[in-house]
């Protein structure tokens, strides 16, 4: 079992810059693909980002590509989304999430390793 937990949320003006964290624990972490997702007020929530394992593949959503980045270290057993160029439509709750899928995989969302969310909002 992996438990998360999301940091780093704030209040920012549109195109500025926050970095996203997601610590986890136990000593499992290394072998999970970690994924962020963001809900907005009376939406679904979306997948963002993924990375696998070894943070050797990542994949993003068209909506952030570019201007989102994920990243993390295994050996501080953490996950990182650095969103860069915000905008207000990026005004959401961020959770992270981990599976043992592909980074591309339709099935993201799906398992039940969640974090608490950090909300990030985005004013114009």
């Known amino acids: 079992q992996v438990q998360l937990v999301e940091s780093g949320g704030g209040l920012v003006q549109a195109g500025g810059s926050l970095r996203l964290s997601c610590a986890a624990s136990?000593?499992?972490?290394?072998?999970?693909?970690m994924g962020w997702f963001r809900q907005a007020p009376g939406k679904e929530r979306e997948f963002v980002a993924s990375i696998s394992s070894t943070g050797l593949n990542t994949y993003y959503a068209d909506s952030v590509k570019g201007r989102f980045t994920i990243s993390r270290d295994n050996a501080q057993n953490t996950v990182y989304l650095q969103m860069n160029s915000l905008k207000p439509e990026d005004t959401a709750v961020y959770y992270c999430n981990a599976d043992k899928i592909p980074t591309k995989s339709t099935s993201w969302g799906t398992s039940d390793y969640w974090g608490q969310g950090t909300q990030v909002t985005v004013s114009s």
């Open positions: 136990g000593r499992t972490f290394s072998t999970y693909a």
